[in-house]
């Protein structure tokens, strides 16, 4: 891989695709995740993409606290990390070369407002990082890596 790849999951898989962005084409196989899963949480820094949470459906529904890990520079399937503190789904994610933030997002019951975050660098479970104002039920996030305003 040459650098500026997005790496993405399939939906309701547990496939891992990469696009190359300084040239168009087609999605390629990346490789594969330890347990198929819709609506994950994903974030990454510059050497590690995260995926987190996620459920299954139809039929019967399951959360997941798992967290895995990929290698951006190189192919191959996904690796434990840790698990989140709180089963869910569809939060809102930012990150910062250190640090990843999961929040709010759709439990396996109604909404919730809590935040956990990660150490990109090293593997182990999330930990609460506080409460967001609202409980919600999904969304989206975005950051960038000054890590705090003065």
């Known amino acids: 891989m040459a650098g500026d790849e ?38 990454s820094n510059s ?19 798992i967290i895995e890990f990929v290698t951006i520079a190189t192919t191959g399937n996904a690796t434990d990390f840790g698990d989140a503190v709180e089963l869910k789904r569809a939060s809102y994610n930012g990150s910062t070369p250190t640090r990843g933030v999961f929040a709010a997002g ?29 409980a919600q039920r999904s969304g989206s996030g975005c950051s960038d890596s000054h890590g705090g305003l003065s």
């Open 47 to 65: 050497t590690r993409g995260i995926i987190a949470g996620g459920y299954t459906f139809p039929g019967t529904t399951t959360y997941y606290n």
């Open 106 to 134: 759709t439990p396996a019951s109604n909404a919730t407002n809590s935040i956990e975050f990660i150490t990109i660098a090293t593997t182990g479970n999330a930990k609460d990082f506080g409460d967001t104002r609202n």
């Open 6 to 43: 997005v790496v993405q999951m399939a939906n309701k898989t547990n496939v891992i695709e990469f696009v190359t962005i300084a040239t168009t084409g087609n999605a390629t196989d990346f490789g594969d995740l330890t347990q198929g899963r819709s609506s994950s949480n994903g974030l």
